[in-house]
């Protein structure tokens, strides 16, 4: 089955910052790849998501990228501000015809004043 | 739209009892997934339904865990007997119509505590 793996388990940046999460996949028929966000004491929350025919998609302050021959991903998320500190976590999905997601094991961000 | 409805929010009880978690998808959503969340494992899926019937359960860690979807409406997760190891936020998730590469909306999620 699909294995995500995501790194950093931690990332402190100071407000202002960039930060970037990157996921790696195993299963090569994965095509879809959401990313969640999940604040403290809450449910996880889509805030962007890129299909295989895509390499790169952006949304305001937050960019996702897509590697399909190394099988990677990654989040950017610039100019960052307190309220963007939770733990994120990134996801694939192939066609199984049932939306089923693996997630990676999350990052917590914490963006300091 | 109301969302993804779960109950209880907090259920706290004792080992051996039995616990039955509920979960109310959005309204026209064809499949409903049940994760388990903790701190050591992450989000695990344990069982997905696609118009009512199960699809694979095979994320189910054992037999004292069963999951029913009587109708498109109302999803149960049972456990019992239920053990500490149980303990964890159990969330329910939906997706809007059949097909691959939809996203999942989650409810708020039960924090389940066996003492």
């Known amino acids: 089955g699909e294995n995500v793996e995501q790194h950093p388990s931690t990332l402190s940046v100071q407000e202002g910052d960039s930060a970037v999460i990157k996921c790696t996949y195993s299963?090569?028929?994965?095509?879809?790849f959401p990313w969640y966000k999940q604040e403290l004491g809450k449910r996880p929350q889509l805030i962007i998501d890129?299909?295989?025919?895509?390499g790169e998609k952006k949304d305001q302050r937050i960019a996702v990228t897509l590697n399909k021959t190394a099988k990677h991903f990654s989040l950017h998320i610039t100019e960052t501000q307190p309220e963007d500190s939770a733990v994120y976590f990134c996801?694939?999905?192939?066609?199984?015809?049932?939306?089923?997601?693996?997630f990676g094991k999350g990052t917590m961000l914490l963006v300091s004043p | 739209d109301a969302g993804v409805i779960q109950s209880p929010r907090h259920e706290v009880t004792e080992m051996g009892q039995e616990v039955t978690l509920r979960c109310k998808p959005i309204?026209?959503?064809?499949?409903l997934f049940w994760y388990r969340q903790t701190m050591m494992r992450g989000l695990e899926l344990l069982i997905y339904?696609?118009?009512?019937?199960?699809?694979?359960d095979s994320g189910m860690p054992e037999d004292r865990f069963s999951a029913k979807m009587p109708n498109a409406s109302f999803s149960t997760l049972k456990i019992q007997p239920s053990e500490p190891r149980d303990s964890a936020v159990y969330f329910c998730?939906?997706?809007?119509?059949?097909?691959?590469?939809?996203?999942?909306?989650f409810g708020d999620g039960t924090r389940l505590s066996i003492l």
């Open positions: 998730a939906s997706t809007p119509r059949e097909g691959s590469n939809q996203p999942q909306h």
């Open positions: 309204s026209g959503h064809n499949s």
């Open positions: 996801a694939a999905s192939w066609d199984s015809g049932y939306s089923t997601l693996t």
């Open positions: 299963d090569s028929a994965s095509n879809y």
């Open positions: 890129i299909r295989s025919n895509v």
């Open positions: 339904f696609n118009n009512n019937v199960p699809i694979d």
